[in-house]
């Protein structure tokens, strides 16, 4: 039994800057000023005190949506951190403590991405402080789950992540040594471009360094796109599923205060249209429908292996 608000766009001017990042040999990330800071918020809360606007019709207990949405409005203004995740233990925190019939709270958000524009000064182009555009690119999510007690709202859980990582390789990417039967259409192929989407989410050993309050402690969605990155280009993989594998492990090797990594990750890939083209020239299309999905998470006892 729960009910809440989802798609919450909320964005704060000149917030907070992320800083203190510790820097790892895959990334430029070090933090970011949070000149703009959006959000995409969604707010599921729990409570037997709703039963009865379930059951008879009955709203005395019932907190209405909008009223909701205007609370997460109002206190992105409140807030001091500088983080999503950190937002987001700070919204919920406060909506259990105003509300006595919420007995938890699912919260989560994904990160509204903006870029900066490019833009000419003197002889040369820079980034501009002010001028940024609406990103398709990949975008940080967070979700947290808070109980309430007797000594106060409890963060039982998160997950942090990004999603919407696409990555594509040219070459040096193989598929082959599958199962070949009567059901079999797919060539092996021995050097193709590869072309995934990617969603990475990981937890913390200690769901409280997820938000942010020690820098050198929190695990930017930026660096974890870069492990990704460098780990397409370093590796020549035989398949997605072992592509995934190497980037947790890299993630976990990075990040000794994460307990676990797991991924969403979508094939693709271009097919072949014209291969007898000089040198590594080729032609290809996109792919049909239906798309190949792969799932696996991992933890330390699999890094330790």
């Not at 919420?102 to 182009?125: G, K, N």
Request: glycine share 6%.
């Amino acid at each position: 039994m729960n009910y809440g608000k989802e798609k919450i766009r909320v964005l704060r001017r000149f917030g907070t800057p992320l800083e203190g990042i510790e820097p790892i040999p895959e990334s430029t990330f070090d933090g970011r000023p949070n000149t703009l800071f959006g959000l995409d918020v969604h707010v599921q809360v729990e409570g037997e005190q709703f039963l009865p606007s379930f059951r008879d019709g009955d709203n005395s207990k019932v907190v209405a949506t909008d009223s909701m949405k205007n609370f997460v409005h109002h206190h992105m203004g409140e807030y001091e951190g500088a983080t999503l995740e950190g937002f987001l233990d700070y919204v919920g925190t406060e909506l259990l403590a105003k509300y006595d019939q919420m007995e938890s709270i699912d919260i989560s958000a994904t990160e509204i991405p903006f870029e900066q524009c490019q833009v000419p000064t003197d002889d040369e182009f820079e980034a501009s402080d002010l001028v940024f555009r609406v990103s398709d690119n990949e975008a940080g999510y967070g979700e947290l789950y808070i109980e309430d007690s007797d000594d106060g709202p409890v963060l039982e859980d998160q997950l942090s992540g990004v999603t919407d990582i696409e990555l594509m390789k040219a070459k040096d990417n193989s598929f082959v040594g599958f199962v070949q039967d009567e059901y079999t259409t797919l060539p092996e192929r021995e050097n193709r471009t590869l072309y995934i989407q990617l969603d990475i989410f990981w937890s913390y050993a200690t769901a409280e360094d997820a938000l942010g309050d020690d820098p050198t402690q929190y695990v930017p969605a930026e660096q974890v796109r870069d492990i990704a990155q460098a780990v397409f280009d370093e590796y020549d993989v035989n398949s997605i599923q072992e592509l995934v594998y190497k980037i947790g492990q890299r993630v976990l090797e990075r990040f000794p205060q994460l307990e676990s990594v797991s991924f969403e990750s979508k094939n693709k890939t271009w097919l072949g249209v014209r291969d007898d083209l000089e040198g590594d020239s080729k032609v290809l299309r996109e792919p049909d429908i239906p798309t190949g999905f792969q799932q696996f998470s991992m933890d330390r006892d699999d890094l330790d292996e």
